[in-house]
């Protein structure tokens, strides 16, 4: 797929995404709409352009690996997967129900295509270099993606994993940062300060790139020049946008955690609708 | 049932011959003995590697040892991405430092379900002069909550290495080896089979029934030979699976005894005498003592903390002796 084609469906499958965040979140009645939404274009544009995987073979050996250490984003990928043939679309609005596989944070043994479980924040990193030592092991051609919020960069354990995999030199790992600059508490910069992240993560011997986490051609260009880089690691800051395409959602700290009631959710998908063109009557599920 | 060969009531069982040893050291020569024929074998350590015997993986298998630094909740976690992708993963430190980091135990290791055998070494208050923080004193209370977790503790250096056979070859989930720093006498004959989930009785007996686990196993056959010498007839049951516990097949070992004494060096409680109690609560209740520590650790001697804590065989018999002196109730 040519690079303006690839756009042109990204752009497609963004606000249908975003619609079944909204519908997920509030056919569960809980979870985390402010940081799926500001994710999603992150997600999206891994599965579509980077990620060599086949949805009807989860452990297809030589597949890259994707680690969403900010495991309360999930219904992103939740809604990624599905429209990939992961698992069936009808399965999206089980989330967070009793014994759904669509567990509240991704669970790793309860559906296939999730590679670790997460949720305790800050933990996904470690994993994902494990993922990527073994892929040095075995001198795999497969790549590791981790996912991550800020909120989590202030946990300790992510600073041990950004020395290390400097360390191992894991040119096959790339760190995603969906900086929203939002928690549960209030602004990051608020709670506990990241800044300066960029020379942070440089000081520690990673190749850093910034971009807007919004603009595909942005994503996919850091995805691409990720590829390049020998001999360390890369992070990628994406600027994003909490509650993205949702007015009422967008930058509010109070969207973290709470999931839309059935209006607001109506509301919700009208704007999305409305924003990207599409009809407004069409059944969601 | 355990088909470690049992001694008669008349001729208790005496430890073998076999110099006392570490199990750190029967487990880092174990491991480096199966890192030839098993590739998939991947080591890991937290700037603790001669302590706990990995170095002798790492010397062998260079390319297969990942040196993570005072890192634990990291190597917790990288080792859990290794295993995620068909390797066989131990990562070892001090049982203390490592199971400390409990919440990467719980998410990274134990809730993916994954093939990492955690292994802590310098268990209990045997570490001695450094105090208790370095003390491992809670270790399998944590560890046993996990509903996956096999949790092993051997109690002579030959145990040490059937454990870790199967840890390689057989089990498929996340593990636990609780290992010593000292050195600890043989109690098992030359022949004994380690099976996993199974307890151990070393000496069939009725009425007292002493359990104990790792190091204080040598102990309890010592205190259950001098009262075979006052014409006692005690059972000697070393648990080496603490988790999950042979319930079963403990009542079975215990089917001639009324009372029981647990040993081990770890707090009394969410160790072995309660998964004992647990365990005889729902089948059979029993009388029950707990052996272990009820305060924090403290430095001294190895051997002078086990006086004070009656994890010796001196101390184990008096327990024993007050458990027997309990009129009925």
């Not at chain 1, 993205?244 to 973290?256: D, L, N, P, T």
């Not at chain 2, 001098?226 to 516990?245: C, D, F, H, W």
Request: proline content about 5%; charged content about 20%.
């Amino acid at each position: 797929m040519d690079l303006d084609q690839l756009v042109r469906t990204l752009e497609e499958k963004a606000p249908r995404y975003r619609v079944d965040i909204v519908e997920m979140l509030a056919a569960a009645g809980s979870g985390h709409p402010g940081g799926s939404l500001s994710l999603i274009d992150l997600i999206s544009t891994l599965y579509h352009h980077a990620l060599r995987q086949r949805p009807s073979e989860p452990q297809w050996p030589e597949r890259d690996r994707l680690v969403l250490s900010k495991g309360h984003g999930v219904p992103a990928q939740y809604a990624v997967m599905a429209d990939l043939g992961y698992f069936p679309r009808a399965q999206l609005w089980t989330l967070r129900k009793l014994g759904s596989p669509l567990q509240g944070h991704p669970c790793r043994s309860w559906l296939p295509g999730i590679e670790a479980s997460t949720g305790s924040l800050g933990q996904g990193l470690s994993v994902a270099q494990g993922i990527a030592l073994a892929g040095k092991l075995d001198k795999g051609s497969w790549r590791v993606y981790c996912v991550m919020g800020d909120g989590e960069t202030q946990e300790g354990q992510v600073w041990e994993a950004a020395l290390s995999a400097a360390k191992f030199r894991l040119d096959n790992l790339t760190v995603l940062l969906d900086y929203n600059k939002l928690q549960i508490d209030g602004f990051t910069r608020d709670v506990m300060n990241l800044e300066p992240l960029a020379d942070k993560w440089r000081a520690f011997g990673w190749h850093v790139i910034t971009i807007d986490g919004h603009n595909y051609r942005q994503i996919i260009g850091a995805l691409d020049e990720a590829r390049q880089v020998q001999g360390r690691p890369t992070y990628i800051i994406a600027h994003t946008i909490k509650g993205k395409g949702v007015s009422f959602m967008e930058e509010q700290v109070g969207w973290h955690g709470v999931a839309p009631n059935r209006e607001q959710a109506d509301r919700a998908i009208a704007e999305l609708r409305t924003r990207a063109g599409l009809p407004l009557t069409e059944a969601v599920r | 049932m355990s088909s470690s060969s049992l001694s008669t009531e008349t001729a208790p069982a005496t430890p073998s011959s076999a110099p006392p040893r570490a199990t750190r050291d029967a487990f880092g020569e174990t491991l480096r003995r199966l890192g030839a024929d098993h590739p998939q074998l991947v080591v890991l350590d937290a700037d603790l590697s001669e302590s706990t015997r990995s170095a002798k993986f790492a010397e062998a298998f260079p390319e297969r040892f990942f040196q993570l630094g005072i890192q634990e909740a990291n190597m917790l976690g990288t080792a859990a991405g290794l295993a995620a992708s068909g390797k066989r993963v131990f990562c070892c430190s001090f049982s203390c430092f490592v199971t400390g980091r409990f919440d990467q135990i719980k998410v990274s290791v134990a809730y993916n379900d994954l093939p990492v055998t955690i292994v802590g070494t310098h268990a209990g208050c045997a570490v001695g002069p450094d105090g208790y923080t370095q003390m491992a004193l809670e270790d399998v209370a944590l560890l046993r909550t996990l509903p996956n977790m096999l949790v092993l503790q051997p109690a002579d250096d030959l145990e040490t290495t059937q454990m870790v056979e199967h840890l390689v070859t057989g089990h498929r989930g996340p593990a636990f080896l609780r290992l010593t720093r000292q050195k600890v006498p043989r109690v098992h004959d030359a022949g004994y089979r380690f099976v996993p989930g199974a307890v151990d009785p070393l000496r069939r007996g009725s009425g007292l029934a002493i359990c104990a686990t790792g190091a204080c196993v040598a102990g309890a056959l010592e205190a259950a030979a001098r009262l075979v010498g006052e014409g006692l007839s005690p059972t000697v049951i070393n648990i080496s699976t603490l988790a999950p516990l042979d319930g079963d097949g403990l009542v079975a070992a215990l089917a001639s005894c009324e009372r029981v004494l647990t040993v081990e060096d770890h707090s009394i409680v969410g160790g072995l005498g309660s998964a004992i109690c647990e365990a005889l609560a729902e089948r059979r209740p029993l009388r029950v003592h707990r052996v272990g520590l009820r305060e924090f650790g403290e430095s001294g001697e190895t051997e002078e903390l086990f006086r004070k804590h009656h994890l010796d065989g001196p101390g184990i018999y008096l327990e024993a002796k007050a458990l027997l002196a309990e009129a009925p109730r």
